[in-house]
Every structure is written in C-alpha cells, then in structure tokens.
C-alpha cells in the first residue's frame, strides 16, 4: 500500500466525508430504546453480532464483487451486485439510508472527478458500498484494505451514536472500540472469502427494532 492510497482510504473512511452517516444509528437507537444495549457490554456484543452474522455475510463479499466490477470497468456487473445489496436491506429505513448515503458519495466522487460516478448519480436505488468500492477501485486502495476501511467506519459511527444514545463517556467508546478492533482483520478476511452461494444473511430482531424506529415517539437519528 503506498502513502498516497493509504491517505485516499482515511479520507475515504473519515468521519468528516459529507455524506451525511452522522444521522443513521441502523437500528441501534430502538435497541437502546428497547434495553437491549445498555452499557458497554451489551454494546460491544451487539456491535460483534452485527460484524460477524450480517456485514460478515453480506457487506464483505458483495463489496469483494463490485471492488472487482469496478477494476474491470464492468458497469453493469457493478448495478448487478448494486441491487442484490438492495435487495438484502431488511426495512425501509436501511434501504432509504443506504440510498442517501451512497447518492451522496457518489455527488461528492464526481466532485472529485471520478468520471464513472456519474453514472450512479440519480439512480433509484444507490447503495453506499457501491459508491465506496467505486472510490477504492480507482484510488488504488488494494481491496482487503479498502474493507476494513468500510468496517472501521460503520464501527466508528456506531460508537459515536452510542456515545450520545446509551448515553457512553468517550473513554468507554474507545474501550469498546480497541476490543472490537482486533476481531476486524479475520471478519474482513473470512467475509472477502464468502462463495457467492453464501452470500445472505437475516437479524430478524434488528429488521423488527428498524422497523419500530420509524415510529419511536422520541429519537435523535433517521434509522
């Protein structure tokens, strides 16, 4: 990994890119809600469920197919992949915040003139793994670096919902988050490596806890 796509991957995974991540918890506001997470414990057992029953089995490999579309220039083997990711978003909620989210890293990868996301801008279903794959093609960011780019970003901003939810003092956050970081590197490995009959997985109680989001009488994120 040179310097250059070492630096393109913390811009890549900055919690200051504009894509607007801050305002999605994904289902761990009604979890809190519901007292299922409530202190550091039960966050970093939620958090280790949700890398290794769901972005293991889903996230990872399809990001491993659309990393490899987008090398190959194989825009329509990228939508493919695209609307099977869709497709595994359990609620409204995850989907609309996977739409926002990747329609808004796609805007800004046009900015930063990364001609092919034009062609993602406006689609009707865009998710933001497909935006974040395009960016670490054509950045040069080898791919299995590039994914635990990905899994340390959704870990981060989980943490930060937590912080200001359960609520969790800052040092407790980065407890939770030296104890998970170690797990990344084999999840990240076995997840690239998921055969394509694999791919799939289901949290039924996370799919109910998004669901009864969007009608919590009190919250502070959009899912």
Same mark, same amino acid.
């Given at each position: 990994?040179?310097?250059?796509?070492?630096?393109?991957?913390?811009?890549?995974?900055?919690?200051?890119?504009?894509?607007?991540?801050?305002?999605?918890?994904?289902?761990?506001?009604?979890?809190?809600?519901?007292?299922?997470?409530?202190?550091?414990?039960?966050?970093?057992?939620?958090?280790?469920?949700?890398?290794?029953?769901? $972005?293991?089995?889903? &996230?990872?490999?399809?990001? !491993?197919? %659309?990393?490899?579309?987008?090398?190959?220039? @194989? +825009? #329509?083997? *990228?939508?493919?992949?695209?609307?099977?990711?869709?497709?595994?978003?359990?609620?409204?909620? $995850?989907?609309?915040? &996977?739409?926002?989210?990747? !329609?808004? %890293?796609?805007?800004?990868?046009?900015?930063? @003139? +990364? #001609?092919? *996301?034009?062609?993602?801008?406006?689609?009707?279903?865009?998710?933001?793994?497909?935006?974040?794959?395009?960016?670490?093609?054509?950045?040069?960011? !080898?791919?299995?670096?590039?994914?635990?780019?990905?899994?340390?970003?959704?870990?981060?901003?989980?943490?930060?919902?937590?912080?200001?939810?359960?609520?969790?003092?800052?040092?407790?956050?980065?407890?939770?988050?030296?104890?998970?970081?170690?797990?990344?590197?084999?999840?990240?490995?076995?997840?690239?490596?998921?055969?394509?009959?694999?791919?799939?997985?289901?949290?039924?109680?996370?799919?109910?806890?998004?669901?009864?989001?969007?009608?919590?009488?009190?919250?502070?994120?959009?899912?």
């Amino acid at each position: 990994m040179t310097d250059l796509s070492l630096l393109k991957l913390l811009q890549l995974s900055s919690p200051t890119l504009p894509v607007g991540a801050f305002a999605y918890s994904q289902g761990l506001e009604s979890a809190i809600e519901s007292d299922l997470v409530t202190d550091v414990e039960s966050l970093q057992n939620w958090l280790v469920d949700c890398l290794s029953l769901s $972005l293991k089995f889903v &996230d990872l490999p399809i990001f !491993s197919r %659309l990393y490899d579309c987008w090398s190959r220039d @194989d +825009i #329509e083997g *990228a939508l493919s992949w695209n609307q099977m990711l869709v497709a595994q978003r359990e609620t409204r909620e $995850l989907r609309d915040e &996977d739409h926002h989210l990747g !329609s808004a %890293l796609a805007r800004l990868l046009v900015d930063l @003139d +990364i #001609e092919q *996301a034009k062609l993602l801008k406006g689609k009707i279903s865009m998710c933001f793994l497909t935006s974040f794959s395009l960016a670490a093609s054509k950045w040069q960011i !080898s791919e299995e670096q590039a994914a635990n780019g990905f899994v340390w970003s959704w870990l981060d901003n989980q943490i930060a919902a937590a912080i200001k939810l359960v609520p969790l003092g800052q040092t407790d956050g980065q407890r939770v988050l030296s104890a998970i970081l170690p797990k990344i590197p084999l999840i990240v490995s076995e997840g690239l490596a998921i055969k394509e009959d694999e791919i799939g997985a289901s949290l039924p109680m996370l799919a109910i806890l998004s669901s009864q989001h969007e009608t919590q009488y009190s919250r502070l994120f959009r899912s």
